[in-house]
Structure formats: C-alpha cells, structure tokens
C-alpha cells in the first residue's frame, strides 16, 4: 500500500547475513512478485563489503497510561472509528485502499471538537462532515492517495501537515518513529516504534497512527517477509480491557472492513517479534526491537503477522 524510502540496517555479523540472505534467496526463487506497498528507491541487497555496524536499540520503556481507565460504561468510541469501505465514502476501489486518510480522519474529528473547529468540514452532521473530510485529505492536494498502492508515510505526513496549516491549527509535535519512508523534517532518527512514545504523545492530548506490515515467517523461520501494511489510529496505550495498567496494550480503531462495520475498541498486545529478519523484496534489516501486535489485533490474510513498522505522533 504504501511507497517511500527507506535505509538498509545491518547489523554486526554481516558475513552470517550474506550466508543466509543466499539461502532465503535461493528458497524464495520462483515465486510470484508481491504486491501492494512496495519501497519506493529500494535498497539494494545486503553485502559484507559495503555493510557497516551498528548499534541495535534499545528495547521500548513501558509506557504510562494515556487515559484514566475507563468503567464498564465508558470507551474510546468519542473518536470515531470509520470504515474506510464505507458506501457513503464512495471513493475510487471501493474505498479498500484508502485506511490512511480515513485513519487519520478519525483523530481529525475529535481534534476539531476539542481544538480547532476548522478542521472539521461545515456538514449536516457528524458522520457526513468525516465523510467530506476523508475526502477531502486522500485528494491530489494533501495526501494523493493511490486507489491500488493506498498512502506512504511521506504522502501521509506531507500531506497532513498542510492541511493542519492551511486550516490554521498547528501543533507542537509531528514526528514519526519507524523503518518506513517518512519526510526527514518529521523523522526522530529512532527506527524500532517506541510504546512509551505513543502513549505520552496521547497523555499530552495528541493523537497517534500506527502503521503495521503484514508478514509471512519465511521457511527457514529466521524471518519474516513483508507483503504490503495497513494505518490504523491508536486512542490509547497501556490500559487493558478493564482499565489495569498494561505496558504491552494499543487500543485501536482499525479502518479495515475485515476488522467489522460497527464502532469498536480493540486491544491490541504488542510483543517483541521472534525472528532475526524483516524482509521486503531483496532488503532486509534486523527484528530486533521490532514488536508483533496479537490479541485484538485483526489480521488482513491468515497465516499473516501484524508487524509494527511506523507510529506517527501529533500533538496540538
């Protein structure tokens, strides 16, 4: 779904990588192209003449609750949570590409309510004022969004941005957190997703967007291989279903038509991922630090693992 830039990361040992890249290679050979959220000025393949150490991160901090816990009556349904297959969209393909701009839609709604009303499109009400704005974000001027490929992340953020400034409401944090290709002005420099991050962004008042890769475990069981991603909105971090303290907990508002048409908060576990490799095409870069989202997390193929690659953070 997406296309951007990104930089291979190998780590020490890259003679190994060369070894297993050529067996991973040699098993892949023969399948068909994948589709979907290709990387735009791929990288080239691994070699241990040209591979430089560096540093893993560090594990994630757990994070501190971004919301008081909410009782048996109360939720996160405040902020809304859009199919982006809607009818009422009637976007171009049926709306199955387009999880960016209604992701970031839904954040756009309640910020407007809470912040700056000008976000918000002058409608008859709530659900058609969304409608224009899903509209309106995923057009040629903001995040030209692509009826087969979806949003990149540097589409996603540019485009956000100026519609942020052209309606005049700004912020004092935009900043991405991933492995994705991403605007460098926004770039924190961190490329493991840090939960902590999300939740104080969110604690602040802000909002958060998640973008998670959907992956195969290769045949070796060594890695996992990318075949396209999916944007959801995050409204909140480290509370479970009963309001506990949970450092491992993403509660999200999943645009996806397979995730169900009615509103709902699902909670999603993040665990550290159990492979050495992430690989899209002929790139590959190190799983360390990397987390799989379980739990309420819906999966798009089965047999898939929901890998997060991006977080991006805004705060008014």
Partial sequence: MKRSTVTTIIGSGALALVAWWTAEQSAAAGRAPQNAQRTAGALTPPSAAASAPV??????????????APTPEQSYLDIPDLTQTDPELDLPGGGNSY????????????????????????????????????????????????PTHGTGGMNLMEGLHRYLVSHGCGYRRFAYQGWRGHPPQFSTGV?????????????????????????????????????????????AAGLDETGAPDPAMLVLHDPAPYAGAKP???????????????????????????????????IKRPGEAAILDGAIVLVP
């Fill in 99 to 146: 999880c960016g701009p209604v992701a970031i839609s839904n954040s756009l709604m309640r910020l407007g309510a809470e912040r700056c009303p000008r976000l918000v499109p002058e409608q008859s009400d709530p659900k058609a004022a969304q409608l224009e704005l899903v509209r309106r974000l995923s057009s040629s001027q903001y995040m030209a969004t692509s």
């Fill in 55 to 68: 540093a893993p991160e560090a594990a994630a901090s757990p994070p501190a609750a971004s919301a008081p």
């Fill in 191 to 235: 490329r493991t997703p840090q939960l902590a991050w999300i939740g104080k962004a969110l604690a602040l008042g802000g909002a958060a967007f998640i973008n998670v890769g959907w992956y195969h475990r290769t045949s070796s069981g060594r890695a996992y291989r990318r075949n396209g991603g999916h944007w959801l909105t995050v409204v």
């Fill in 264 to 298: 709902a908060d699902e909670y999603a576990r993040a665990e550290l991922v159990d492979a050495q490799w992430l690989v899209e095409g002929r790139n590959a870069l190190p799983a360390k630090g990397y987390y799989r989202l379980t739990g309420g997390m819906h």
